[in-house]
């Protein structure tokens, strides 16, 4: 495969799952914007807090699967979505992040 190819092949973990939780104006949360149907719901902050929905297992479960480049483990629109729109997680970020949780590269 061409060099420029393979970089259009290639899918980074979206920084989206670290970074950008969505609260909806009735307290729904989801990963991000473009996430705009909610197929990525993860709660409501009327339920529970905002950083227990985002420290939830759910959330772990997808950035875990996202940085496997296991996409289609992650939240049900993260497969669909317009993902080169969105952040990248930087490589020293899930080192960083794998590191915070005991897992090697
Ligand atoms: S992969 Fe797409 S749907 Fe998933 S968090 Fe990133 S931008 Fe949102």
């Known amino acids: 495969m061409a060099k420029s190819a393979q970089k259009l092949a290639f899918r980074p973990p979206c920084a989206g799952l670290w970074d950008t939780p969505m609260v909806q104006v009735n307290g729904d949360v989801t990963t991000c914007c473009l996430d705009e149907h909610l197929e990525n719901k993860v ?16 959330m772990d479960d997808w950035r875990t699967a996202q940085v496997a480049g296991r996409f289609e483990d992650s939240g049900p629109y993260c497969t669909r979505c ?8 930087s490589p020293e970020r899930v080192a960083a992040w794998q590191s915070s949780r005991g897992m090697g590269r």
């Open 43 to 58: 709660g409501n902050v009327n339920q529970n807090p905002l950083a227990e929905i985002w420290k939830s297992k759910t």
């Open 82 to 89: 317009n993902w080169r729109s969105a952040g990248t997680l």
